[in-house]
């Protein structure tokens, strides 16, 4: 039997409802706390990986790309495993790095296609901690539904199926501009600021609460601890230097327009990442609401929704 020359994987990114920022201090890209998150459908990474034989190649939409966290992931791959040189095609259907996780969907998808091309035969529990070694948010998108990423493995760990809670995501695109300080950057200053440690601690307890309320489908306790998560850890990046003010004018309208349909009864609440989008998460029958409400906001650009979806999967060798 001839081995695979070339497998393509899919990959969701995933939206952290109990956020990760900054890390232990030790080897691994290991997170400092735990994390709870979401893996969407809808929005899609596609990456093919053919084994060349010529030296690595990265296309990201089809044009080539130098990008020093791919290679470095292609390398700690291979200080495990033999894989030859690669060619990686790689494409987004959604903005690439303006916060909505490309890096989580992007390595997840990587690592599956690298294992299918080469025969790995990866658990998916391995896939996780190698994705996480690349982006830590990248081993909760091994996996879909309701996602964990906690000690002592830090590798993430299927919660709950999205079709046990089936909540939709409604997102407000505001910019489509790339963001100018990476997560890995802005971590690494954010260990500084005198914020950190209470963050750390204090998301251990949210952490507890937010599982709690998805085992349980409490959407009101999910919504006040995933808002407070959230505001804390863009609180903790304003009290950065240099600041990280990832929020533009439209994500703040959106944040209070999602606040004042709460108030309203409306079952939705906002999280917000690493940039200027807002991703407000409903129960089902909310959802044209929601997107109505969010897309008469000023400077949204465009709406996107999405349900829960599956785990890094290959789709055809
Ligand atoms: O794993 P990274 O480097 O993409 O960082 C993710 C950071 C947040 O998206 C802001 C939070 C999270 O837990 O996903």
Same mark, same amino acid.
């Given at each position: ?11 969701? $990114? ?11 201090? /030790? ?10 998150? @979401? ?9 093919? +990986? *053919?084994?060349?034989?010529? &030296? ?7 044009? $080539? ?17 033999? @894989? =030859? ?9 959604? $903005? ?8 989580? #969907? ?45 000690? =002592? &493995? ?7 199926? %999205?079709?046990?809670?089936?909540? /939709?995501?409604?997102?407000? +695109? ?6 100018? *300080?990476?997560? #890995?950057? %802005? ?5 500084? #600021?005198?914020?950190? #440690? ?17 085992? &349980? ?24 230097? $240099? ?18 349909? /709460? ?11 690493? %940039? ?42």
């Amino acid at each position: 039997m001839t081995e695979p020359v070339s497998a393509t994987a899919h990959a969701h $990114p995933n939206i952290a409802l109990v956020k990760y920022w900054g890390k232990a201090p /030790r080897p691994g890209n290991v997170p400092a706390s735990p994390s709870l998150s @979401i893996t969407l459908d809808g929005l899609t990474t596609t990456t093919t +990986v *053919t084994l060349t034989g010529r &030296e690595d190649t990265v296309y990201l939409d089809d044009r $080539p790309v130098a990008d020093a966290k791919i290679a470095a992931c292609l390398d700690n791959l291979r200080r495990r495993f033999d @894989i =030859p040189p690669v060619e990686v095609r790689t494409r987004n259907d959604f $903005p690439t790095a303006a916060g909505l996780a490309s890096s989580a #969907s992007g390595f997840a998808a990587l690592v599956t296609a690298v294992d299918a091309a080469c025969a790995l035969g990866l658990s998916a529990a391995v896939r996780s901690d190698l994705a996480r070694q690349a982006s830590a948010s990248a081993a909760r998108s091994i996996f879909g539904g309701y996602v964990v990423l906690e000690e =002592p &493995e830090w590798q993430g760990r299927p919660l709950l199926e %999205g079709g046990a809670w089936p909540l /939709r995501v409604v997102v407000a +695109v505001t910019s489509d501009t790339a963001k100018t *300080t990476s997560s #890995s950057e %802005g971590m690494r200053a954010s260990a500084a #600021s005198p914020f950190f #440690s209470g963050w750390v601690d204090s998301t251990r307890d949210d952490f507890a609460a937010a599982r709690f309320a998805v085992l &349980e489908r409490d959407f009101e306790r999910l919504a006040d601890v995933a808002e407070h998560s959230c505001l804390k850890m863009h609180g903790l990046m304003m009290a950065t230097r $240099p600041a990280l003010l990832y929020w533009n004018p439209a994500t703040l309208a959106c944040i209070q327009r999602v606040r004042a349909l /709460r108030d309203q009864g409306v079952p939705v609440f906002f999280t917000v990442d690493a %940039g200027p989008q807002v991703k407000a998460v409903c129960l089902p029958e909310a959802e044209a609401a929601v997107a109505t409400a969010l897309q008469e906001v000023a400077g949204v650009q465009r709406i996107l929704t999405a349900g829960l979806g599956g785990g890094a999967r290959v789709a055809g060798r």
